[in-house]
């Protein structure tokens, strides 16, 4: 398990390097993403501890956000009289936006699979 | 006798204050949580972050705990979502042979789909009459929280705004999810995991691992791509307005 997290915090450090390096407004821990994913591709694959520890991490990923999700019923006094504005735009906002990306993938996905390309 | 309780009264008072408390509070609730959507059978509108989160927001209020509290007792778990997004490398590894037939619908869809999410979002709340510094905050609503977070310093947005919006975005749109796929038809799991992606991040990416494997690559993806996306173009375009 050691080897596995020692692997993954190396590639975020690395990632955070690379960002800080290049001022890069994409946050270190997405740069290391990629840079795994790189490793992973020359490699050919993770090893057994790596993929143990990250199959750990990935089905507790939800968990991760909890603490800032709480913090949206903490807000200062003068954001609350905005409230209905904010509730809206997650609620309304969020479903017509995934309309559009559905409706969107099925329509290039569908063109892209009868061989058009 | 009566010094007893008082003492009684005075630890537990001093416990609820201790690091250790918030954490376990996290911990204790979350899995109580999915214990909950286990046995709902994993309906979405019963998402152990949206029941969790009202859970603990409703006994940090009936305890007097401040908010910053709980927030430093839980920087152990904050820290976390650092090491598992880089540990998404491997999803999108493995997968990598679905996701390059479909990489142009996906890149298409990630470019004008995360357009969209952020103008529909700052859009609606506008016509609603909500402050410049309330749509600023709302602009990154689909990107994952830390990339989100770096993007409200960058544009003058309220941060703790940002961040609940940001993860009940997250939830909204997984609860949502079953009503867009049942309108549009959608039934292709690469097609499902963009869409949650893109419009639900982190909190759609683990739900989209749920429905299966290859979903949850194409979840991945599209978050990542959104989020690099949007980091480098938000900030450029917030100063036309």
Same mark, same amino acid.
């Given at each position: 398990m050691l080897k596995g997290i020692i692997v993954l915090l190396f590639f975020q450090l690395c990632g955070e390097t690379l960002v800080a390096l290049l001022h890069s407004p994409i946050p270190g821990p997405v740069a290391g993403m990629?840079?795994?994913?790189?490793?992973?591709?020359?490699?050919?694959?993770?090893?057994?501890?790596?993929?143990?520890?990250?199959?750990?991490?990935?089905?507790?990923?939800?968990?991760?956000?909890?603490?800032?999700?709480?913090?949206?019923?903490?807000?200062?006094?003068?954001?609350?009289?905005?409230?209905?504005?904010?509730?809206?735009?997650?609620?309304?906002?969020?479903?017509?936006?995934?309309?559009?990306?559905?409706?969107?993938?099925?329509?290039?996905?569908?063109?892209?699979?009868?061989?058009?390309? | 006798m009566h010094d007893l309780i008082q003492h009684l009264l005075d630890f537990g008072n001093s416990l609820i204050h201790k690091p250790l408390f918030g954490l376990l509070l996290t911990l204790v609730v979350f899995q109580a949580s999915l214990w909950f959507y286990n046995a709902c059978?994993?309906?979405? $509108?019963?998402?152990?972050?949206?029941?969790?989160?009202?859970t603990i927001a409703a006994l940090l209020k009936f305890g007097?705990?401040?908010?910053?509290?709980?927030?430093?007792?839980?920087?152990?778990?904050? $820290?976390?979502?650092?090491p598992t997004t880089v540990a998404l490398a491997i999803p999108l590894y493995r997968e990598f042979h679905h996701i390059r037939r479909l990489a142009l619908p996906v890149l298409l869809t990630v470019l004008l789909g995360g357009i969209f999410a952020a103008a529909s979002a700052v859009g609606i709340a506008w016509m609603m009459g909500a402050n410049e510094q309330v749509l600023l905050s709302l602009a990154p609503k689909s990107v994952t929280t830390p990339i989100a977070i770096g993007i409200a310093n960058n544009i003058g947005a309220l941060t703790t705004l940002t961040t609940g919006v940001v993860v009940f975005t997250g939830v909204i749109g997984v609860l949502l999810s079953p009503v867009v796929f049942y309108l549009l038809q959608l039934h292709d799991p690469r097609a499902q995991g963009v869409v949650l992606g893109l419009n639900a991040h982190g909190v759609g990416t683990a739900r989209s691992f749920e429905l299966s494997a290859t979903n949850g690559a194409f979840a991945t993806l599209a978050m990542g791509l959104n989020g690099a996306f949007t980091a480098l173009t938000l900030p450029y375009i917030v100063p036309l307005f």
């Open positions: 990629l840079l795994l994913w790189l490793a992973l591709a020359i490699k050919g694959g993770p090893s057994k501890e790596v993929d143990e520890v990250s199959q750990g991490l990935i089905q507790y990923l939800s968990l991760f956000f909890l603490p800032a999700g709480v913090g949206l019923f903490f807000l200062p006094d003068s954001i609350q009289r905005y409230w209905p504005a904010v509730i809206a735009a997650m609620v309304a906002g969020t479903f017509v936006s995934m309309l559009f990306s559905g409706w969107l993938m099925k329509r290039l996905s569908g063109k892209n699979s009868s061989g058009s390309a | 059978g994993r309906r979405a $509108f019963v998402h152990p972050v949206a029941v969790s989160s009202v007097d705990i401040p908010y910053r509290e709980y927030v430093q007792a839980n920087n152990l778990i904050y $820290f976390l979502l650092g």
